[in-house]
């Protein structure tokens, strides 16, 4: 009997409860759960000392930066 060694590359999912530095230290992304049926994550863009700012609903930490860094540039992170 042989082993079946196949496998289905994933993308990795992002951390669940656990802060993720982005933008260079200047924004936290925490994310709180997975979209039930979907492949986004629901979490929270905070400043670095962990204050929540805006409720988010994204693919993975590469698109939480890129809304990290309009609000940056907004001045309101």
């Known amino acids: 009997m ?3 060694t196949t496998t289905i590359t994933q993308p990795i ?3 669940i409860n656990q802060n993720i530095p982005i933008c260079g ?3 936290l992304v925490y994310f709180t759960s997975k ?3 979907g492949p986004r994550v629901r979490g929270w863009l905070c400043r670095p000392n962990g204050t929540r700012v805006e409720r988010i609903l ?3 930490v590469d ?3 890129q809304r990290a860094q309009a609000l940056i540039l907004k001045g309101k992170l």
Do not use: H, Q, S
Request: proline content about 11%; hydrophobic content about 40%.
């Open 35 to 37: 979209e039930v049926g």
């Open 58 to 60: 994204l693919a993975d």
């Open 2 to 4: 042989t082993a079946n």
């Open 63 to 65: 698109e939480a930066e």
């Open 25 to 27: 230290g200047k924004a």
């Open 13 to 15: 999912p992002p951390a």
